[in-house]
């Protein structure tokens, strides 16, 4: 069986929910999978391109009343076996973190403390925004009852993202006040 790019079994898993077209696809990334998986909006379109090519989504033209022509992409039978397929393999690769603040601060002994400081209280203060947007978004799957089969799973990680964060700035405060 053909393999493809994360991307692309990315946006195989999203045909599955009610997300059908370029623009929809890109708003469910912006609201909830960029919070654990970046996709840049120049790679949904190329992927959808090669998701239809290959067969795995067919493409349906509609048009709005003065709106421009726009595609909606519905998984195939072969889509969705291609997309069991990778959620059945091993994980390749654990998560890796890229976190400027904590590579400041391997470095701190050359940085004013007032500046070391400043970077964590405004890294506790950008947490604290994601973990009030987690809550959000979570209070929105609650109260969206169409997805109840989806629901489990979309909680699932978010909690990931809720505890992870809530560490991240428990982990603020315990190293702040080192240095407060």
Known sequence: M???????????????TECK?????????????NHFWKISYGKIYPSLKLIAQDELA???TSSGHGKPDSN???LTS?????????LEKP???LPTERNEVLLKLFFGRYQDREKKVLHLENDKQELEERYQTYISIEQAIINHKDNDEDSLYWLCTLDYGK???KAAIDWCDFTLNKFL
């Open 2 to 16: 053909k393999s493809y790019n994360a991307t692309t079994y990315a946006i195989l898993g999203i045909l599955t």
């Open 58 to 60: 067919e493409v349906c």
């Open 72 to 74: 909606e992409y519905y």
């Open 163 to 165: 505890r992870t964060t």
């Open 21 to 33: 077209s370029g623009y929809a696809i890109k708003q469910l990334i912006d609201e909830s999978l």
């Open 91 to 93: 994980i390749e690769q």
């Open 78 to 86: 072969k889509g969705l076996e291609v997309l069991k397929d990778w």
